[in-house]
């Protein structure tokens, strides 16, 4: 087995400073850290390195400077500088840096969210993002080259799944429940829940969709170390979603376990006032969204460290369908989804891949009371 050695280097695009490279890095201090599950659909990816370096000239990077991680001219990471300070005493700058989804979590669209309910209450979740793109983010700044096409494969999905039920929007749910305190991401999170996807920004800087359950097993036989928990998460068989001012809407059957998946923060249905269009939504969420089937939600809680040298050939990315090798006798492999994913080194990447969770993600009797 060959170790593969890269080369890390931090560029700027735009020109705002010189290229950093891995000989300015202080050793293996890298930490890239990705997830689709950290809260709910959301999706958050931050990446923070420590360069030893005389090309910066002052203490402080600028926040918002756009930077690329490259690994031997492999893109690991794309984003904006959140923060970078020198250590006191020591040439070293730490560095942290996030993501487009990051960036859209502090963009507040309250106002025209407001507005959306009031002039276009009965539009459809589509619809929503459409507007969103169009007034708030824009195609060209993380969609684009591909954003069309990806607005398109949604819209497709949408349409054989039958999602065409207008929300039933109202501004005055807007603006009591969540009193000017929306963002873009908040937006996207619940569309994506509506629809039993998980929204994530690629290496490179595009916004990609998934579903989960329709993801083909890795086989994975080599790793450096693995944890698992005892039990594997109970299937889904019931859901209840808040709408018009903390009513429950409910579908499913509770079975013995009575695992229930339950969503109170979900914006799109929260503002929604018409009880038999939130029922279609909720039923989309476990037929169509494929909440309720087996490959969806049952799984087994693990963290593997593994290293490059032992991924060759495997294309894991967030999501990613993974049946483990275990080496026991008694358990010869476990299977599990990569909701988290941790990239540390500079020239010897090591990687943790990983998946919390519940053996029952909420009781239903504690639900509804």
């Known amino acids: 087995m060959a170790i593969i050695y890269r080369e890390l280097e931090i560029r700027f695009p735009n020109g705002d400073y010189q290229t950093i490279t891995g000989s ?18 959301s ?42 300070k020198r250590q006191k005493q020591r ?28 002039h276009d209450p009965n539009l459809y979740v589509m619809s929503v993002i459409e507007r969103l793109f169009d007034a708030q983010i824009g195609y060209d700044e993380i969609f684009e080259p591909d954003g069309m096409q990806w607005i398109l494969r949604w819209q497709k999905s949408l349409e054989n799944n039958n999602y ?6 109202s501004q005055t749910l807007v603006e009591n429940i969540y009193k000017g305190n929306i963002t873009a991401l908040d937006i996207l999170r619940s569309a994506n829940e509506l629809m ?18 329709e993801n083909t097993p890795i086989e994975i036989d080599r790793w450096i170390t693995l944890d698992f928990e005892e039990y594997v ?5 019931i859901t209840v979603f808040t709408y018009n001012d903390m009513q429950k809407c409910t579908f499913g059957r509770p079975t013995q376990t009575k695992n229930c998946y339950y969503s109170e923060d979900n914006i799109l249905t929260n503002c929604s006032t018409n009880t038999d269009k939130v029922k279609v939504l909720v039923n989309n969420v476990m037929n169509n969204g494929k909440l309720g089937r087996k490959e969806f939600y049952q799984y087994r809680p693990f963290k593997m460290k593994t290293a490059e040298e032992l991924l060759v050939g495997k294309n894991i990315v967030l999501g990613s369908r993974l049946q483990i090798s275990t080496n026991y006798g008694d358990l010869p492999y476990i ?21 919390q969770g519940n053996q029952i993600l909420e009781s239903y009797d504690n639900i509804r009371g």
């Open 43 to 84: 999706d958050q990816t931050r990446h923070i390195l420590h360069p030893r370096n005389d090309l910066i000239p002052s203490d402080d990077l600028i926040p918002d400077i756009y930077l690329t991680a490259n690994c031997s001219e492999r893109i690991v990471f794309t984003g904006y500088v959140d923060s970078a």
């Open 91 to 118: 040439e070293i700058i730490n560095i942290t840096a996030y993501d487009d989804l990051y960036r859209l979590g502090s963009r507040n669209v309250s106002e025209w969210f407001s507005s959306l309910a009031q």
């Open 233 to 237: 998460t109970a299937q889904i068989d």
């Open 196 to 213: 039993g996807l998980f929204g994530y920004i690629t290496a490179d800087g595009r916004y990609t969709t998934m579903s989960i359950a």
């Open 335 to 355: 299977e599990s989804f990569v909701f988290q994913e941790k990239i540390t080194g500079i020239h010897h990447l090591q990687y943790e891949f990983s998946a």
């Open 24 to 41: 300015n890095i202080l050793s293996e201090s890298m930490t890239l850290t990705r997830s689709i599950c950290d809260d709910g659909y």
């Open 164 to 169: 065409t039920q207008p929300l039933a929007l």
